[in-house]
């Protein structure tokens, strides 16, 4: 096995067998944002007519619905209702008219809200690095590392939502994602997690732990909260790692 390699020798693991997705994801080019980059950045007030909040604005969720708008509409809607500017500033700024920016904008809304998963049932997210915030992630990080499938699940709302990208693949669903981490935890998989923050969210490169005692990073988990549940855990590749300033791998402890 080559340095970084994330695949275990044959025999060292049982064979991982993931159920059935649920859906297949067309965007599957999103990538995470690491929040050291945002410092300053989301303390800077935005214009009065803003519609969602900053940490609402680089959500994974949001920049993933954000990618289905058309280039005028997405561009109308991240000036009015992100950035806050007014309908006649845009106009300026696009070369066309009030009339023409108030109906991309609302053409731009619907079909954002056809994308975003509802919300209206869900408990917020508590502010980040509060101690609601740490005390879920915190459980989270105990039962990935131990495999423990029963705290684990317990930690998800019964809508959450798994997916890959850059691979399609989707699990939606208390049912169907129970079966995929019972999956990986009776093949014998068995990870370190090392913490991060990308898009405003707790976030961990995830290290698979090889029988040579050396750990590679498998790829980078982002999670979304609902309260003190986990909405949906998105996971990343290997290769975003050293975005976050993550090795490819860990030494042996």
């Known amino acids: 096995m080559q340095p970084g ?11 991982y067998q993931p159920p059935e997705p649920t859906g297949s994801n067309e965007i599957v080019w999103l990538e995470p944002f690491p929040d050291a980059l945002l ?5 800077a007030p935005l214009g009065p007519e803003a519609r969602y909040e ?22 109308v809607l991240v000036l009015r209702d992100v950035l806050g500017f007014h309908a006649n500033e845009v106009a300026d700024v696009l070369d066309s008219t009030v009339d023409s920016v108030n109906s991309l904008l609302k053409r731009a809304r619907t079909g954002l ?19 609601s915030e740490e005390a879920t992630v915190a459980e989270f990080v105990r039962a990935y590392e131990s495999g423990d499938l029963d ?14 990208p850059p691979l399609p693949l989707e ?27 990308a898009n405003g969210q707790p976030a961990f490169g995830a290290y698979l732990r090889a029988p040579s005692g050396v750990r590679h990073g498998t790829g980078l988990l982002v999670l979304t909260l609902a309260g003190d549940r986990i909405s949906s855990v998105t996971r990343f590749d290997n290769s ?6 993550l090795p490819r791998s860990l030494p042996s402890r």
């Open 113 to 131: 809200q056809r994308r975003l998963r509802p919300t209206a049932d869900r408990e917020p997210a508590p502010a980040p690095d509060s101690p």
């Open 171 to 197: 699990y939606e669903g208390i049912d169907v994602v129970t079966r995929f981490y019972a999956s990986m935890i009776g093949s014998g998989r068995r990870f370190d997690l090392v913490p991060t923050r």
């Open 5 to 15: 390699d994330a695949r275990p020798r044959s025999g060292d693991i049982a064979e």
């Open 240 to 245: 975003v790692l050293p975005w976050f300033g």
């Open 54 to 75: 900053q940490a609402e604005s680089i959500s994974l969720a949001f920049v993933t619905a954000l990618q289905i708008l058309p280039p005028r509409q997405l561009a």
């Open 151 to 164: 705290a684990l699940v317990g930690l998800l709302t019964d809508d959450v939502f798994l997916s890959m």
């Open 39 to 43: 410092e300053g950045v989301m303390d």
